[in-house]
Every structure is written in C-alpha cells, then in structure tokens.
C-alpha cells in the first residue's frame, strides 16, 4: 500500500489524487493523509510560474511534516492569461512528475475582481450563491453545466504527474 501525503485538505483536490493513483496502482492501492501546509505564494497565484512555484512549495513543506511517505502530491490552482488552471507536483524519494490541468476562461465580470485582489473561490461564490464552491465543483462546474468539475480536470493532471513513476521509459537515456 502507498503511502500518499497530499498538501492539501480540500475535498475536490484529495478527491481527484485518490481517484487517479487507484486508476493507476488499482483500488485500495493507497492511503491518502491529508495535510494543511503553506504556498508560499499569494491565496490567488497569477501567472504559470508563480502556481507551479506554489505546488513545488506545497511538496516540499509537506515532505517537511511528514518525511516518511512514498508520495507526496500537491495541486495549486492558479489564473493566467484570462483562465483558470492548476499545477500538479508529485514527487516520491527520488523522483519528480508535473502537469498543468486544462484551462478555463473565465468572464471578464469575475477577472476584473481577481485582478482587483480577491481569490476567485470567494467571487464564484458571491456570484453564483454557492457557498465554498472552492472545495466543491468550483468555477469549472458552473461554466460546463457540470460536464467537468474542479475533480474532474485534477483528476486528469495528477493522472499525467503520475506517468513518470510507472512507465520506465522515464528513466531511460538516448
């Protein structure tokens, strides 16, 4: 049994890491411990670089609290270019996946309040009535009448951070 630490306690993150390492290592291959640690960057990161650096800075402080663990997994939602997109880190003792999940634009009303220094979690739910939508279907069910959820598109990026760890191609030169 892998033992996964997931920098993160919200529900739709853990939901998509535990999801995806069963797909990939089989059911019940996993325990998943769910911890809260710092980002190190802003609630809202802007820009791919300053949310790939938020995820990085997730693994690296919950490798920090627990050392002992065959993974360790992150998900840092971020905006860039009008969208909203995550970075996903996985790293196990001597190894390192990422991937940047699908993106989603989003209407100009709501960047205009991230761009004015809010977190986009708490305007989703100002305008949709939805309370924490940030740990539930986020942004991205709302805008596809629910076809995706903020699981659905983690799910599909920690399935992709994952490949360099079960295909053995990864570990080969030239």
Same mark, same amino acid.
């Given at each position: &049994?892998?033992? #996964? $630490?997931?920098?993160?306690?919200?529900?739709?993150?853990?939901?998509?890491?535990?999801?995806?390492? %069963?797909?990939?290592?089989? *059911?019940? +291959?996993?325990?998943?411990?769910?911890?809260?640690?710092?980002?190190?960057?802003?609630?809202?990161?802007?820009?791919?670089?300053?949310?790939?650096?938020?995820?990085?800075?997730?693994? *690296?402080? @919950?490798? =920090? $609290?627990?050392?002992? =663990?065959?993974?360790? #997994? =992150?998900?840092?939602?971020?905006?860039? /270019?009008?969208?909203?997109?995550?970075? #996903?880190?996985? *790293? +196990? =003792?001597?190894?390192?996946? %990422?991937?940047? +999940? @699908?993106? !989603?634009?989003?209407? /100009? $009303?709501?960047?205009?309040?991230?761009?004015?220094? /809010? %977190?986009?979690?708490?305007? &989703?739910s100002h305008y949709t009535?939805?309370?924490?939508?940030?740990?539930? %279907?986020?942004?991205?069910?709302?805008?596809?009448?629910?076809?995706?959820?903020?699981?659905? #598109?983690?799910?599909?990026?920690?399935? !992709?951070?994952? +490949?360099?760890?079960h295909n053995a191609i990864?570990?080969?030169?030239?």
């Amino acid at each position: &049994m892998h033992n #996964v $630490v997931t920098a993160t306690t919200n529900p739709a993150k853990i939901q998509a890491i535990l999801a995806a390492f %069963e797909l990939i290592y089989g *059911e019940g +291959s996993c325990h998943i411990d769910a911890i809260s640690v710092d980002t190190g960057v802003p609630e809202q990161p802007i820009g791919s670089e300053e949310t790939r650096a938020g995820a990085r800075n997730r693994v *690296e402080n @919950a490798r =920090a $609290v627990r050392p002992n =663990a065959d993974f360790w #997994v =992150a998900i840092e939602a971020g905006i860039d /270019e009008g969208s909203t997109f995550s970075w #996903v880190v996985i *790293e +196990s =003792a001597d190894q390192r996946g %990422e991937a940047r +999940s @699908a993106t !989603l634009p989003l209407p /100009e $009303v709501i960047l205009e309040k991230v761009r004015e220094g /809010e %977190e986009l979690g708490p305007v &989703m739910s100002h305008y949709t009535g939805i309370d924490k939508i940030g740990r539930k %279907e986020g942004a991205i069910g709302v805008f596809t009448k629910g076809a995706l959820t903020r699981s659905s #598109v983690y799910h599909q990026a920690v399935v !992709l951070a994952l +490949s360099p760890f079960h295909n053995a191609i990864y570990g080969q030169r030239g």
